[in-house]
């Protein structure tokens, strides 16, 4: 049991909520039979990745306009790339879904992938148009890994003094992990590149850039009309995260953005 004056006890592990179940189980589900089964046994291209994960060529020229979508729920055939993916959501996407609510959840995780997506196909265009390498257009980008960064950016703004243990060891402040893991993914694209190495880097800062991005610009964006008339009065905040719950730890309540 925890005092109210004290501080915020490690997370423990959150019961699996609805739309997070079923995201769940959707991945593992085209993974197991859509990638390790039928793409590996049954075809002799890796034609499900090819179709459904994210490859800005295909996007901008053939316009496979569901793959923005789509790319979130195909992993690699290694078994690693799914588990740890799924292990992430199921620890901060429970909490955060009970914390803003399913429709909003959902609506979040999305954004953040999708809008992933689009910054990736940016990036990767112009660097392709600057440096004359236009092969960087054919790579392709697949995983819930941009989403997942995003329910992290999230996680460090609601919760963000809740203590987590990093690498399992060492205890800090959520946003403070939330912080080294952000500058880790900007280090690793400064000294890698744009596109270089087997994990997509570019796309996890992608999920962290779309994630705060929705979550200042929403409230702005679904309340300007009364804002405005606030603002006036001298009175006028931008909430920078939803907040459905009123039982919150005083520690635990989003922050606000002046």
Not at 213 to 236: D, E, H, I, Q, Y
């Amino acid at each position: 049991m925890r005092n109210k004056n004290s501080t915020p006890d490690f997370q423990q592990i959150m019961p699996i909520t609805p739309v997070v179940k079923k995201l769940i189980i959707a991945n593992v589900v085209i993974w197991f039979v859509g990638i390790v089964l039928i793409e590996q046994y049954f075809l002799a291209d890796p034609k499900i990745s090819h179709w459904f994960g994210l490859t800005p060529y295909n996007v901008l020229k053939d316009f496979y306009l569901w793959q923005p979508v789509t790319y979130l729920f195909i992993h690699s055939s290694g078994p690693m790339h799914v588990i740890f993916n799924m292990l992430l959501l199921w620890w901060m996407g429970s909490e955060l879904e009970r914390h803003w609510g399913a429709r909003f959840f959902t609506l979040y995780y999305f954004v953040c992938g999708v809008g992933s997506a689009f910054l990736y196909m940016f990036s990767v265009l112009i660097y392709s148009i600057i440096s004359g390498k236009a092969e960087v257009l054919s790579v392709p980008v697949v995983g819930a890994s941009a989403a997942i960064f995003g329910l992290l950016v999230a996680y460090g703004l609601v919760f963000g003094e809740r203590t987590v243990l990093f690498f399992f060891f060492f205890p800090m402040k959520a946003k403070v992990f939330v912080a080294i893991l952000g500058a880790i993914e900007v280090v690793l694209v400064l000294n890698n590149g744009l596109i270089q190495g087997k994990v997509a880097n570019l796309a996890h800062i992608g999920g962290l850039v779309s994630g705060f991005a929705f979550l200042v610009l929403w409230p702005w964006f679904k309340n300007r009309g009364t804002r405005s008339k606030a603002s006036k009065k001298g009175t006028g905040k931008l909430k920078l995260v939803v907040n459905k719950n009123e039982d919150l730890n005083e520690n635990d309540k989003p922050k606000y953005w002046n």
